[in-house]
Structure formats: C-alpha cells, structure tokens
C-alpha cells in the first residue's frame, strides 16, 4: 500500500513538472484547451492543465531569412531568364502564424514566384538588369500585403541572381567590349586633340613672346638712338654756345670752315658745291704758300 502511494505521488510529480514551461526570449507558444486556441505564451515560466491543455506550436520571432531556388521566368521581349530570391521575414502574431495557413513557408515561396512572373513579364531584359531596387520594392509591398492575414511581416526582397541564357550573356558580353572599345578610341581622340591645342597655345604663346621680345628690343634701340643723337645735339649745341661766348674772329671762323669743307671732301660725295667764302679763303691760303716757298728757292 505504501509503494502504491509512493508511485501515485512519483506521477503527480513527474506531471507537474512536465506541466511546467519556460519560455525562451524571441520564442512564443500556441496554447490550445481542449483542442481550441486558448493563449500565447510570451517569455516567462508558465503552468498548463494537464490533460486539457497542450502546446500547439512553437514560434520563433526571429527575422528569418528563406533563399528560394531559382525560378524560369519570361521578360516582355520574350527572353527566358533564371531568378533566385531571397525573402526576409518575421513573425508578427504566432496564433495567425499556426492557424491562418497550412505550410506557410510553401506559400510564400509559390506566392513569391507567382509575383516574380507577373513583374518581370511587364519588363524587357534591359530593364530588368538594371531595375532591381524597383522589383524589390514591388515584390515586398505585394508579399507583405498578401502574408499579413498570416501574422507575417515581409522586411526585404532581394533578386540574389539574374541568369540570362547563354547566348544572351555572349552578346551582352561583345556588346560590352564595344562600349568599352568606343569609349577608349573616344578618350584617345579627346586626349590627341587636347594635346594639338595645348600645343597650338604654346606655339602661339611662344610666338607673342618672341615679338614682344622683339618689339622691346627695337623700342630700347631707338630710345639708344635717340638719346645719343640727343647727346651729339647738346654737344653741338654747347660747342656753339661756347664759341659765341669765345667771340672769334673772322679768320679762325673761316679756317674751321675750311676744316669743315676738308670733312665734306673726304666723303663719298661727287658734286661739292664751294662757298665764296671758302674760295677766297683757298686763294689766300694758296697765296701765302707760294710766298713760303719764293724765299726757300732763292736760298737754294
């Protein structure tokens, strides 16, 4: 009788402590009685009925991510592509989690490709290479809408990989390649005209300082010019002030005329057109010559 009460106490036990539940942090549970919802467990230690009451789900508030496997979809101008999403979403309200749709991963993943299709079929394949963040955004706007009577918040969508055929990435690849090629000869040509007119400028440049050079030159040469003949003229000039101041006699002035004549004679002239007064001059030199030599013949 005592080992009886022994065990009927040892099972009291053993249920009461199965009857016990901690709930993890980011973690709730779906409590039904008596086969209907009745709660959810949030974080902390929790007791059920046993008998009555059982944990339906467990449910992770994490952000979960789910990559889905790649999907053929058709572009408007009729190209076959292969498109693989990713979906990162979280759980919102774990009772329209567990009861508001059977497999809730296998919906999203058919509910993704479907909404995939229906975009990517209004978009050439131009577009679509290059309009990512747009199907993006319109994919997580209509999975979002569609999983929230789910108790599911979609946060992002991302396109992981774009596959084109083959022959698609072939031609996109030569087509590439002679971009790249047209802007090489553009960027060559660009540089060689820019190199011509750097040089044209130089050459002009150097040409203005030559004649600026040369013009500097000239203008120092007639300043040079114009200052001695400016000299000579003071000299000539202060030469006749001091003769005049010297008052000289008509004889010295008809001797420096005669030394003037002999200047003139010397030059390249082949008219030369005397003065009266210098032929006077001449014949009283003459004459005073011949009365030099009369007394130097008859000593002899």
Known sequence: MGI??????????????????????????????????????NVGLHLKLPFIERVAKVVS????????????????DNVTMQIDTVVYFQITDPKLYTYGIEQPMVAIENLAATTLRNIIGDLELDQCLTSRDIINTKMRSILDEATDPWGIKVNRVEL????????????????MKAERERREAILRA??????????????????????????????????????AILKVQTATAEGIRLINESCPTDAVIKIRALEAFATAANG?????????????????????????KEPAAKAE
């Open 190 to 227: 660009e540089g060689e005209k820019r190199a011509a007119i750097l040089e044209a400028e130089g050459e002009k440049e150097s040409a203005i300082l030559r004649a600026d050079a040369k013009k500097q030159q000239q203008i120092l040469e007639a300043e040079g010019q114009a200052e």
């Open 268 to 292: 390249k002239a082949t008219k030369i057109i005397i003065p009266s007064e210098i032929q006077s001059l001449a014949g009283l030199a003459a004459g005073l010559v011949e009365t030099v």
């Open 61 to 76: 508030l994490k952000e979960q991510v789910a990559d889905f496997p790649p999907q053929p979809v058709i572009t408007k």
């Open 4 to 41: 009886l009460i022994v065990l009927i106490i040892l099972i009291v036990a053993v249920i009461l402590i199965r009857c016990i539940r901690i709930v993890q942090q980011a973690r709730a549970y779906v409590i039904e009685r008596l086969g209907a919802y009745e709660t959810t467990w």
């Open 160 to 175: 992981k990989n774009i596959l084109p055929p083959k022959e698609i990435q072939n031609a996109m690849e030569k087509q």
